[in-house]
């Protein structure tokens, strides 16, 4: 029973982390937000876990500097479609590692000219330790630290070949995560709450010096467990991101915010195998977010895990 | 129904109930044609999108216009660089094109990439002394 009651709030709990997770940093390679820190996640009595990701996703429009919002012009479109392998393994009871190596193709229309590309993109790692697991104590809630990076194994923008960059992969820096994560079961609900911090290390293209603003993220998000271990899950991220520097000088307006809703959903196929997918959106409106793309997609994935 | 469409649909009321607007706001918007002064004070420089504003993403044809601010400095025969900068992304695009000049202060760079909605910059040098200029262009 402890055994099933463990894997009822693990797949959910994984559940929601994959929508939280690399949606941002998959499907548009510039606008990697800092969320790629549990790639995957392994229930108590899993000792490793290795699975495919399929995720598609369309641009509705952009955010403007100043949260106005300016939907994608008439002859222009872009499509993401990002194929993922991940994996994890539990080094201790507490203790997991995860990494997702991604495949990225992006098809890029715009008045005039259209094209796709692609390529391997930024490779996440992450390690998250339970201090406290979620079934550990009656009253307290599960206490997790999760610490990640992103490492620039991608194309950056600036260094790809197609003119329209759809062969851009990557955001060409260095990214570091940290977060602490809190999970709470009531019944057949399970509620989470996740606090995360991101910075991107300076980077110089052409003789010009960036760093990144740093990163602030929040994400809430509420499951439903099923007798049969399957779980539905709802959430909602906000990310909030700092200024530029660009050649030490801080960039104002630079800064970007997201909100992104999603739904998901985790279905156990076996003891060992299980699907799951996902929908999400960035709300295509004003002052939902600022300097970024809004996007509306969905993915499906399949693990296997042992 | 498209994706897009779906989630417009699904948006629109919210918007029209928090009364946002789905253009930006005034003060959003940079003036165009972009203008600069490089960094000693040398030049003033103008540069226009082909197919002028609003500038859609895609490849585009820059003009830049040249005119000395200091006595005794010419307009011509100056070397002339660019790098497009996304400062909100923290890239820029692929472009090692030359930048041509046509005569008369006028140059042109050709096949510039700017592929993505947003601000965008043309990091720009020019001249002998490698002065730095910034001309910003809002891409929809």
Known sequence: MRRCRSTFVSLA???????FAPTEAKAQACCAAASAVTPARLSLHERWLAGLELRAQGVLGAYGAEGG??????GASEQGF??????????????????VVPWQETRRVAPERGEVGGGFGDVNVGARYDFVHEHEYRRWPGVAVLVGTSLPTG???????????????????????????????FGHWLVGATGLVAQRLP???????????????????????????????????WSREGDATIDQVL?????????????????????????????????PAAFFGANQNAVAGGSVAALVAF | MGVRSLATLLFAGAALLSGCSSSPSSEDALAYPATAISSLGTYAIEATVDGGAPIVRGVHGVALRVEPLV??????????????WM??????SPYDGAVLEVGDGDYRAQEVSLFMAGRWELRTTIGPGGERATLSFDVR
């Open chain 1, 13 to 19: 709990l994984l559940c929601a982390m994959l929508v």
């Open chain 2, 71 to 84: 006595g005794g400095v010419s307009a011509e025969g100056l070397a002339i660089t660019i790098q497009p």
């Open chain 1, 203 to 237: 980077r110089t293209v052409d003789g010009l010096s960036t760093t990144l603003g740093t990163q602030v993220s929040a994400l809430a998000n509420v499951s439903y467990l099923f007798p049969n271990l399957a779980a539905a899950a709802l959430s909602a991220a």
């Open chain 1, 69 to 74: 919002f300016v939907s994608v012009p008439d």
């Open chain 1, 251 to 283: 960039a104002p307006n630079t800064g970007r915010t997201a909100l992104q809703l999603a739904a998901a959903g985790v279905y156990p196929l076996s003891s060992r195998v299980r699907l799951q997918g996902s929908v999400f959106v960035t709300p």
């Open chain 1, 155 to 185: 194309r950056a923008p600036e260094r790809a070949k197609k003119s329209l960059a759809t062969d851009a992969t990557g955001i060409g820096a260095v990214q570091m995560h940290a977060a602490v994560a809190l999970e709470k079961r």
């Open chain 2, 87 to 92: 400062p909100a992304m923290g890239h820029g």
């Open chain 1, 82 to 99: 990002t194929a993922s392998l991940l994996a994890a393994a539990r080094v201790t009871r507490r203790l997991q590692l995860a990494g």
